[in-house]
């Protein structure tokens, strides 16, 4: 268990190590991705600077924060600790009973609007995501089965890794061992994780996704299955995203699976809330259990 002692500083001068870090490692990010990028918006430049993007906006600063701030980098960021491999089945599952309810998250996100005297801030967020579902475009590529592979390692692994490295492992962390509650820390971190990714029409469904990678942090103390549930996530969405693609299918900002669900369909995103809930709680019975076995 983490302690003062095992720290090298204050929790605010923590907060303000990351940040710095996190600033200091963007600009050297920049300056690469411009170079990487150069005049052109290729696919193979596109993927090289997610890849420069994740390592240095997101895994370096992580490390050298948890590296220069406690005498236990590694056990802080709760990459020592592995977890049960039928928990990862569960969260599969979780993922799949609770994607009607999502998709219905989703489309509301999407059909909300601001005030007409707030149109130009609407206007420029939903060029920010148009612009963001542009640059995944790119970084897909093709339709083809190695344009997919490489989009899962770093659109759904790398990704994955680095984000949940940050958000989870070092800014989750940090709040939970410096004086703020474990439930507030991961909404906060949760809340960030979101709104960093400047897609503010999908900003309520990742939020919860946030929380649930955070709540599978707390109960199993390894950093590994909010890692491995992102990458899922991500994977599964890639997966979907490059079959509509195959298909010849149109996906726009507003499509969604489920804009007036009838009565029918209200059973079935209920049960599925239904089930979600309870693996969830199962989940969690598990991942404590095996963690007080530890």
């Not at 542009?134 to 093709?142: F, N, R, Y």
């Not at 298909?247 to 209920?270: E, H, Y």
Request: net charge positive; charged share 10%; hydrophobic share 55%.
């Amino acid at each position: 268990m983490f302690t003062q002692k095992n720290f090298y500083s204050s929790p605010a001068s923590r907060y303000l190590m990351l940040l710095l870090a996190w600033m200091l490692c963007t600009i050297i990010g920049s300056f690469v991705m411009a170079l990487v990028m150069g005049d052109g918006t290729q696919t193979g430049r596109m993927r090289i600077a997610i890849v420069v993007q994740d390592i240095l906006m997101f895994i370096l600063p992580a490390l050298l924060t948890a590296v220069f701030i406690t005498s236990r980098p590694a056990e802080l960021l709760g990459v020592t600790r592995r977890f049960p491999p039928s928990a990862l089945l569960l969260v599969f599952m979780i993922m799949v009973v609770s994607a009607p309810a999502m998709n219905i998250l989703i489309s509301f996100n999407q059909s909300l609007t601001l005030p007409e005297s707030l149109k130009p801030i609407e206007e420029w967020m939903r060029h920010s995501e148009e612009s963001a579902a542009h640059s995944l475009s790119l970084v897909t590529g093709s339709t083809s089965v190695g344009s997919l592979i490489i989009s899962i390692l770093i659109v759904g692994i790398l990704a994955g890794f680095s984000e949940e490295i940050f958000f989870r492992g070092a800014l989750q962390r940090i709040m939970a061992t410096g004086g703020v509650s474990a439930h507030a820390a991961i909404w906060i971190a949760a809340f960030i994780f979101s709104a960093f990714h400047m897609q503010f029409f999908g900003f309520l469904p990742r939020l919860l996704l946030g929380a649930f990678f955070g709540y599978l942090l707390w109960w199993s103390g390894s950093l590994w299955l909010p890692v491995c549930a992102h990458a899922l996530n991500n994977t599964m969405a890639l997966i979907l995203e490059w079959q509509r693609q195959r298909q010849g299918a149109r996906v726009t900002l507003d499509a969604s699976l489920s804009d007036n669900p009838d009565f029918a369909s209200w059973c079935i995103i209920l049960l599925g809330v239904a089930l979600a809930a309870w693996m969830i709680i199962t989940l969690r019975w598990r991942l404590k259990k095996a963690a007080a076995k530890r």
